[in-house]
């Protein structure tokens, strides 16, 4: 395996730190020349191994993982057996309350619980034969993330910024909107051995309604700038000596490079977060105008916004999806509140000219059991879940896979996480097999050492 030089320079190089050091250059000529570096610098993306559909990714998290026979995983027989024994013992089938048609030219089925979604159906590739290794939350939602559930790995996003490089030196490259408190926490948009630049900006929590007033936590300044430029250029200087004394330091580079950031975002970050900038046309297409809709129509307003203005890779998680009960009241309502503000985003993407290059990513963890938990709960099941993309090079109108014929297991071409996270990176133009990073003596990459791309979802 080979590394890909990814990775973006440091401000000031290494050898800039020594020369200024052995000529006896004070700390305050050596200030001035940082300084003027920084704000000289321009982004520069990273070539990709090979040309790329798309050039960046928004992630619709659904944590809890969704019911796909409830939603976008037609199950006719499923509706034939209602009631008769399920595949674990004593188990009973339980068809989906609600009905799914046919939509678009493509007539992929979708159930009426996401009425306009359905009416990007063409635009829709949908994998049906999804696996994950346990369905367990924690487990399965890092697994998701990072590619692993045993080990401190890093997540897919900052994978995506090193690998594509950032299009816009003023803001984060890679942002997580409202990420979940369990589940893995932070090491779900962390960047564990990548150097920090790497790692996800957090915006609100799982817990937060309205993203309309969010703010990224500490990022107005309690100084003046001139103050406050004059106490980062104290700390990167002893960034810098710690450096020059034990030489390669990914990690002081990283934290170099995002404390510099976080001081050109103070002027950017908050003009790209002010949702009144937008129409009343624009935010009536998101849903932000309606109690039920509003939260997540917010949050898929301020993804738009971010990629628009180069951010890589955004993530939104929304939750709670875990019925085990009560899902004919908790479904429709968790449905209702992403319907509206998902097909907002879709058509807004399509109508800028964005979405053939930004790939939309929706999925869970897992997905739920065709057989009853209680009397109108589904249990966890990791053997078989659906998964959508649109945009960013998919095969539009398209479905893969099965996952039987009631929706238990994968039975066609099942494609398991490795799989998948490879295929992300392929529509990104990066081969999984030469994204690495050399850490503790070897090169580590997403896919571990397996993974293959599914070609035939990309058109």
Aim: contains cysteine; neutral net charge; hydrophobic residues 35%.
């Amino acid at each position: 395996m080979t590394k890909l030089c990814t990775s973006r320079q440091p401000l000031v190089s290494r050898r800039d730190v020594l020369q200024y050091s052995s000529c006896g250059f004070g700390w305050l000529a050596f200030s001035s020349l940082l300084a003027n570096s920084s704000s000289a610098r321009s982004a520069e993306p990273n070539k990709t191994h090979f040309p790329a559909k798309a050039k960046r990714v928004i992630f619709l998290c659904m944590r809890g993982a969704p019911s796909h026979v409830d939603t976008f995983d037609y199950k006719p027989l499923l509706i034939r057996d209602d009631g008769k024994n399920g595949p674990r013992p004593g188990s009973k089938l339980m068809k989906s309350p609600w009905t799914f048609k046919q939509h678009g030219q493509s007539g992929l089925w979708i159930s009426e619980l996401f009425p306009e979604v359905a009416r990007h159906a063409d635009e829709l590739c949908m994998i049906h034969s999804m696996q994950t290794d346990l369905p367990a939350h924690p487990q399965a939602m890092l697994r998701l993330h990072t590619g692993t559930s045993q080990f401190i790995r890093p997540s897919l996003g900052a994978w995506t910024l090193y690998g594509l490089g950032t299009e816009n030196e003023n803001l984060p490259g890679f942002i997580s909107i409202s990420p979940p408190g369990g589940g893995g926490g932070a090491q779900n948009y962390g960047s564990a051995f990548l150097p920090a630049i790497y790692q996800g900006t957090k915006i609100g929590s799982d817990n937060r309604a309205s993203m309309a007033n969010a703010t990224v936590p500490n990022i107005k300044p309690l100084v003046s700038k001139d103050v406050q430029r004059a106490e980062l250029q104290f700390i990167q200087g002893m960034n810098h000596e710690k450096l020059q004394q034990e030489g390669y330091q990914p990690d002081v580079e990283g934290v170099i490079q995002s404390y510099e950031l976080a001081f050109r975002m103070q002027s950017e970050m908050p003009k790209v977060m002010d949702l009144s900038k937008e129409t009343a046309e624009t935010q009536r297409l998101y849903g932000t105008d309606v109690n039920a809709t509003s939260a997540f129509a917010q949050k898929c307003l301020l993804a738009r916004r971010f990629i628009e203005a180069g951010v890589r890779f955004v993530e939104i998680t929304h939750g709670n999806w875990d019925h085990h009960n009560n899902i004919d009241v908790e479904l429709p309502r968790n449905c209702e509140a992403i319907d509206r503000p998902i097909a907002g985003l879709l058509a807004d993407l399509e109508r800028r000219g964005l979405l053939e290059e930004t790939l939309v990513v929706w999925t869970g963890e897992f997905g739920r059991t065709p057989y009853a938990q209680g009397r109108n709960g589904r249990d966890h099941n990791n053997l078989a879940f659906t998964l959508w993309m649109a945009g960013g090079g998919v095969k539009a109108g398209t479905s893969y896979g099965s996952s039987g014929d009631h929706g238990h297991i994968a039975v066609d071409r099942p494609v398991p996480m490795v799989d998948f996270h490879a295929t992300l990176l392929a529509l990104l133009g990066l081969d999984h097999e030469k994204l690495t990073y050399r850490y503790a003596g070897r090169d580590f990459r997403l896919t571990d050492v397996r993974g293959r791309v599914v070609r035939d979802v990309i058109a």
